[in-house]
């Protein structure tokens, strides 16, 4: 793994977030889901970080970003492209649509493109199931997607 | 300001917001406005209608009208002819959807009534609709456990899948003794294809509060924690807009309506783990923990959140609350079956002509669900299965469509109630794929902490995937058979005890489907890409080349005019080349 040294301004920003929850062993997710968003994900010497300002130690902080599938040590696309895999969307062809596009980025879930631009991730059920197969990218979603219509929706980040 | 007369509904589900209903109302708005209509018609956002399929919707509030699949370029219409000169638009109308007919007759609404009638983000409109009532109603009486007689007398059963009686544990936990009790709602809806939680919560999220409020008042809490999905953002958005208003008001604080009961609610968020649904699990992650799930007993009704008393509902039970409270023990008693009452609702789903959410009165058939208010199969294919539980439920058959539909009658026919997912599958749904799927499932969101879950559902998904490649054989069958029951014995908590239901339940109602994959090596839903062909029929083949054209990684060979060929080693079976042959010269073999 690559190792990657933090700015002293981001060190700041996770102490402060930490703070915003009294540094509270117990509200470590919430300080996760913040940092996270705050960061974009959440590579080890961030979680050093957060593990001395909660005062737990670091294998802890570790287990529960590993536990947690919302969590992510590497960096997402500059446009996260999330696929629905949940029933609706797997009855009526999500996997066809995920096939389709792991073939057009050429990378595979969990991976992010060369370029920075795409990643992909699978999801359960966003909750529109009626538009099903169903596929996010960043926070559009877009219903009803056929595998010969994705070349398009990519082409709308271009 | 003149009066408002007219109110017109858009729904504000994330279904329709996919769909832009964002534009559909500002621009509804803005002809409004331009019509100078704006001081007696009011446009507002509310909660799921449940025709998520059919949307963008509008609602005309005062004839109880609902248009489907409205444009942008159908408002001025609506607005001319209907608001204006009265007369409906009735090339939108809902009813010009033949499937639609039937859809809301034999619906009853209880947990949703509110959902698509209010604007969520305004306590007033939830004052309309006896907002309140009943907690002022329950803090009157000065008696807590009246209130949780009342919940006991009305039959109401846990929402989130168990059915425990709700009243009862109610009841277990105020009997608990401690300085600090807590309750909790349960918004985790971890089930993949189910958004019934999300629609209350998106569509009524004071009903969830006020409930809240009342169960903290019967059993002695003054704290209350709602447990919900990072995944979910407009939920959160709303509920927090809610739990402000409440405190506005003084229905969230201290010293609730002069009664002396303080009360209030904070956020805590899922990350993404289906365990953190079951009770325990979500407690060690609401303490920033793994979410785990723990041995019980002691259950959180004695020893829950920081080791005290914690009452743990579900966000559909609770929504069921003031309205018992307000109409009261018996009203609910009469409806649904004897042991179980009142209504359930469920994400209908899949190959169904009305995708969507649908509340139904308990004792309602499958047949009245899938063919009435449903819409029937879509595209006109034979109906195969339907899928009620979950990852731990079952999948139910044609055998099945006239059991009155309650907790009991669908353990007994091998599935569960689950929190209301229910998948319909047509004849295209191999069964043997779909079992692997839930498992595939399984395997990823055990916690791994004991054995026959991690361990075990992991065989069961090798077996299965074997089979789907073909090479199964009859002694595999028994081994799933086996090793299933081993898992449900064994396991800790209720992930494993029930993930081994669709393998279970496909292996009771499918056997023949099992048995033509690992005995013929064949997918009759042509589902499973390893025991199928497609291929080309020379004496129909014109050679026009589209399918060579299209083919996606040149499997496809042969010279203009002449017949082509597939290269069963290079094709990946993507079914384009048979979509695009005019000719129908490509099938499946
Ligand atoms: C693996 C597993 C997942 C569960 N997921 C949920 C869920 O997503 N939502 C829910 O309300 N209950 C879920 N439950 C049930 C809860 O453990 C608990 O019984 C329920 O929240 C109690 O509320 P109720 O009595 O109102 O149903 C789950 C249980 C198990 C074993
Ligand atoms: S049954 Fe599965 S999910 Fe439950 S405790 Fe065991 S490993 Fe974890
Ligand atoms: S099924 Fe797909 S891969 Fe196979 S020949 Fe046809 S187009 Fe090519
Ligand atoms: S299953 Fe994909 S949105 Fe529900």
């Avoid at chain 2, 785990?292 to 829950?304: A, I, N, R």
């Avoid at chain 2, 179980?340 to 609702?345: C, I, L, P, Q």
């Avoid at chain 2, 002509?353 to 879509?378: A, C, D, Q």
Wanted: aromatic share 6%; charged share 25%; hydrophobic share 35%.
């Amino acid at each position: 793994m690559v190792s990657i040294k933090l700015s002293e301004n981001k060190i700041n920003q996770i102490k402060d977030i930490c703070k915003s929850f009294n540094n509270e062993k117990g509200e470590l997710i919430n300080v996760l889901h913040k940092t996270q968003s705050t960061l974009g994900y959440l590579p080890a010497e961030v979680q050093e970080v957060v593990a001395r300002e909660l005062n737990t130690s670091t294998a802890h902080v570790y287990g529960v970003v590993t536990f947690y599938s919302f969590f992510t040590m590497i960096p997402k696309g500059e446009f996260p492209i999330s696929i629905c895999m949940g029933t609706a969307c797997y009855v009526r062809g999500a996997e066809k649509v995920l096939d389709e596009f792991k073939r057009e980025l050429k990378i595979t879930v969990g991976e992010t493109t060369a370029d920075g631009k795409f990643s992909l991730s699978c999801l359960r059920c966003v909750g529109a199931c009626g538009l099903a197969p169903v596929v996010m990218v960043g926070d559009k979603v877009y219903g009803r997607v056929a595998p010969d219509g994705i070349k398009e929706i990519l082409n709308d980040y271009k | 300001m003149a009066k408002i007369k007219k109110h017109l509904l858009v729904c504000g589900g994330t279904s329709c917001n996919a769909l832009q209903n964002e534009v559909i109302a500002s621009n509804l708005k803005e002809t409004i406005r331009e019509k100078g209509l704006n001081e007696e018609v009011q446009v507002m956002m509310t909660g799921c209608f449940g025709l998520c399929e059919k949307g963008p919707i509008v609602k005309v509030l005062h004839d109880n009208t609902i248009y489907i699949g409205v444009k942008p370029e159908d408002l001025k219409e609506i607005v001319e002819e209907h608001i204006i000169n009265g007369n409906k638009v009735t090339r939108l109308l809902l009813d010009s959807d033949p499937n639609l007919k039937v859809h809301s007759k034999k619906q009853l609404r209880i947990a949703l009534r509110n959902c698509g009638f209010i604007d969520p983000e305004n306590i007033n409109e939830y004052f309309a609709c006896d907002g309140y009532l009943a907690l002022g109603k329950v803090l009157e009486s000065k008696d807590p456990q009246k209130t949780i007689d009342i919940i006991k007398k009305s039959g109401l059963r846990g929402r989130g899948g168990g059915g425990f009686p709700t009243g009862l544990k109610w009841e277990i936990t105020s009997k608990s003794q401690a300085d600090q009790k807590y309750v909790v709602c349960n918004a985790d809806e971890g089930d993949p294809g189910a958004f019934m939680d999300r629609s209350i919560l998106e569509g009524d999220p004071h009903s969830v509060i006020e409930a809240m409020a009342i169960a903290g008042y019967a059993i002695g809490a003054t704290k209350g924690l709602v447990y919900i999905r990072a995944e979910y953002p407009l939920a959160i958005e709303r509920l927090k807009t809610a739990i402000n208003q409440s405190r506005e008001f003084g229905f969230l604080g201290t010293d609730i309506m002069g009664s002396g009961f303080d009360f209030d609610i904070e956020l805590r968020y899922g990350a993404g783990a289906f365990v953190c649904g079951e009770e325990t699990a979500l407690i060690h992650s609401m303490e920033g923990n793994r979410g785990e799930p723990t041995f019980k007993p002691p259950f959180p009704s004695v020893s829950g959140y920081l080791g005290k008393p914690t009452n743990v509902n579900n966000v559909e039970t609770f929504a069921n609350i003031p309205v018992i409270i307000n109409k009261g023990a018996e009203w609910f008693a009469a409806i649904g079956t004897e042991k179980s009452k009142g209504t359930k609702v469920f994400a209908l789903a899949g190959k169904i002509n009305n995708v969507g959410l649908i509340e139904v009165p308990m004792g309602i058939t499958l047949r009245e669900i899938i063919y009435e208010i449903g819409g029937g199969i879509k595209d006109g294919k034979k109906f195969k299965a339907v899928q009620t539980g979950g990852p731990s439920g079952g999948c139910l058959t044609e055998v099945h469509l006239d059991t009155p539909i309650d907790y009991d009658n669908l353990i007994a026919a091998g599935s569960m109630m689950g929190s209301g997912g229910m998948i319909v599958m047509d004849e295209d749904d191999c069964m043997v794929s779909i079992a692997k799927y839930y498992l595939d499932f399984t395997v990823e969101e055990s916690c791994g902490k004991c054995t026959p879950c991690r361990i075990g559902n992991k065989r069961l998904y090798e077996i299965l995937e074997k089979i789907t490649l073909g090479k199964g054989t009859l002694e595999d069958l028994d081994k799933l058979k086996n090793l299933s029951h081993v898992i449900k014995d064994t396991s800790l908590c209720g992930l494993g005890q029930t993930s081994p239901n669709p393998v279970l339940s496909t292996l009771e109602n499918f056997w023949d489907e099992y048995i033509e994959h690992v005995t013929v090596k064949k997918c009759r839903s042509n589902q499973c890409k390893a025991l199928m062909q497609y291929i080309i029929d020379p004496e129909q083949c014109v050679g026009c080349t589209a399918c060579a054209r299209n083919c996606p990684v040149n499997a496809i060979t042969g010279e203009r005019k002449l017949a082509h060929l597939i290269n069963q080693d290079i094709c990946i079976k993507c079914g384009a080349c048979m979509e695009k042959c005019k000719f129908n010269a490509i099938s499946i073999k």
